[in-house]
């Protein structure tokens, strides 16, 4: 049997970007629907999404009338996110986490970061930064693959269309608690916890979720931060320059 391909985590969804919408990856289908619960009223509201991938979250944020700022590390995800962008409500930057956010402080309605945390080391600064660009009253939609899954020796990976081989890509295996106590540390409020698990109707959906029935698949986090927070004090502007080539440690 071939030993899985092992990637780091720019390299990695450079080349997920290929099938990355297409494979049935069954964590979207539990994950779209919270995620869109929670940010039901976006008309007007300033969103970064974070970890934006191929557009997925981007793209509905737009039409719903969100300003969106979508920052990726990975060039191959964003050139996909960009072909089906939602006109001019999107300005895009590349960005590897947990550095510093190009934004200032204080000015985000809404954070999103999905299915990006198990690819993050420093979990505690990369929620004190989303904490920072959130405006008061301003919330946090985090979303992860579960760490039990992990158990099951399941972690970011995809099959490459051309050889069928299994790629891997870098991630760190973090805990349940690892995860909500960063939320907490980061000095956001923890408001709703969601934990999903695969069962029937998600596997005809997305039937790779059969094998892990009755397991949950994801782990979602929605967080505030609460009115009289102290301000961020870093401050950045926008800007499209590229990070180095340097993988997040």
């Known amino acids: 049997m071939t030993e899985p391909v ?10 997920w970007s290929r099938v990355y919408d297409t494979e049935g990856n069954p964590l979207l289908a539990l994950e779209e629907p919270v995620v869109r619960r929670w940010l039901r009223d976006v ?9 934006s991938g191929t557009g997925r979250h981007t793209r509905w944020l737009a039409a719903a009338g969100a300003r969106v700022i979508a920052l990726d590390l ?4 964003m050139a996909r996110a960009v072909a089906r962008a939602g006109g001019g409500r999107v300005l895009f930057c590349r960005h590897r986490l947990p550095d510093a956010l190009p934004l200032d402080g204080d000015t985000c309605d809404h954070v999103l970061c999905a299915l990006v945390g198990d690819h993050i080391e420093r979990l505690d600064e990369m929620f004190a930064e989303f904490r920072r660009v959130l405006a ?24 490459d269309p051309d050889t069928g081989g299994e790629v891997r890509v870098a991630a760190f295996e973090h805990t349940f608690s690892d995860y ?7 000095g956001l409020e923890l408001d709703e916890i969601v934990e999903r698990t695969a069962d ?29 927070a102290s301000p961020g004090t870093h401050s950045r502007r926008p800007e499209e320059t590229p990070p180095t080539d340097n993988e997040p440690k």
Do not use: C
Not at 43 to 51: I, K, N, P, T
Not at 180 to 186: F, L
Not at 203 to 226: C, E, N
């Open 6 to 15: 092992q990637l780091p985590v720019r390299q990695g969804y450079d080349a």
């Open 43 to 51: 008309s007007g509201r300033l969103v970064a999404d974070v970890g």
């Open 74 to 77: 990975s060039e191959g995800m």
């Open 136 to 159: 008061p009253g301003g919330s946090l939609v985090f979303t992860v693959l579960h760490p039990a899954m992990n158990l099951n020796g399941l972690t970011a990976r995809f099959y």
């Open 180 to 186: 909500v106590m960063a939320v907490v540390r980061g």
């Open 200 to 228: 029937e109707e998600t596997a005809r959906r997305a039937p790779r979720a059969r094998k892990y029935l009755g397991w949950p698949m994801l782990l979602a986090i929605r967080a505030v931060k609460r009115p009289g």
